[in-house]
């Protein structure tokens, strides 16, 4: 049974290792020698539930880890306060581990602080802590190791930052990108290290810092993102970042060269949609949505219009990292998060169904409905349900008549598990370059505000790429839940381990 090495990249994208393939011999050469697999992420495709469901080969209604990162979110410790019982021992690490085989893992998402397997684990703390003394700026994340002497055995250091604690406006993005090559470098030259020194039959090393870059840089790089600002010093950056990550699979790779190796993403990155639907006021539109607005109160209509103006103003004057800051302000952090998404002016004691937040106040493609049930005076869930499917799958363009919606279902076709209520009653997907919004008393479409602060988004089709096994997939196409399983299949471990995926040789 051969060895497996697996390089876990959070975002990298297939279409543009294939735009930047000239640039990345190794990538090439992988995806030459790879069958050809189309990897998709779950929904919603964010990193928590989508590295969660590729560590557990569980779907995300059977985990329950649907948080997501928000960038306007100043409670951080809120969404890292993550219960590892969900998933602590049911890894395919921890699978492969218990049936004898040698693992070495490092820095598994959200995976803080390890615990004990057979062979080592390395991770490191989410969130990031400014450090006593010194540059007010600098900050490290705490690296934790089981067994806890490895990190003194193997001289594992914390990665001090120095720019990423600045002020994220456009003057320090070079500065915080090549900061972020440098921690995927460090990370590299220490699982290289290790890898050499230590038996294994499973190594596995996560990168995370591509999907940051790309969130912020998106624009800089795009000539058909609406907000591209011409040549510009930035507009490199993302390639750059990716041919440091090909130099980093290209020495594992030279180094091991009679493993099975795995190259793959959570899912993959492009344009954010800087064009949005108001779902709200849609569905105020269609009776299911009320304002707190009527004639002798004309204050939260009056608001909304003001809301607009604000972002308006906000976004030509890409002002964006100023109310970014603003928000991250404990006292404004609430009232600026209602500024996108406007729950102050709708009345919940009447509404019955509104945009859920469940993927966080960002203008994605993917976005929910949530019904409130105490509001139902009588009409039955389901026929609720039904007859806002069947809305909101003709909802059009007012000016072309074009169909706005991708998909549309009850959130028990999407997955089935325990935590399924979770999602939202109602999920849905808008065409490509669409995204959601959630104010009302405007019109149904309108601008992503938050376009210039975060212009790249999380794509559905993620990165597979194997190379050294002699094996045939007997599939083309591979959800995030059959890697767990294909793994623990390459290094032969066979059990019941409940997943939801499969093998893709099996
Ligand atoms: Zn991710």
Redesign the pocket.
Known sequence: MKKVLLIGI??LDPKLLLKFAADLPNFTRLRQVSPEMKLKSIFP????P??ISIHTGLNPARHGLIYVFDIFESQWQDILNIDLDVFRGRTFWDYASNSGKKVCVFFP?VAFPPWQVNGIMISQAMSERRLDGGSPWQTEREIGTYPADAAAQFGISRFRRSVSGKHPGERNLKARTEEDQQVMLHRARLGLEISQSVEWDLFFIFF?SL?GIQHALWRYGDHNDPTYPGPNPLQDLIRESYKVLDRIVGEFMSLHPDVTTIVM???GHGMRPPVTVSINEFLRQRGFLFSKGHRLNPLPRAMEGLKRQVLDFVHQRELDYWLLKVSKMKLLSSASKDVYMSTASIDMERTVAYLSSFAGPKSYSHGGIEIKRENLNGIGYEELRDRLIEELANIEEPQTGEELMEWICRREELYSGPHISHFPDIVFELKEGYGVYWGIHTPLIGTAYEHNLASGG?KKDAVFLISGSSREPTTQEMGLMDVSPTILDLLGVEGEFGFDGASIFA
Do not use: C, T, V
């Not at 495709?45 to 928590?48: F, T």
């Open positions: 959070d975002s495709p964010d990193s928590i989508a590295w998402f995370g999907d993403s959570d899912h999380h």
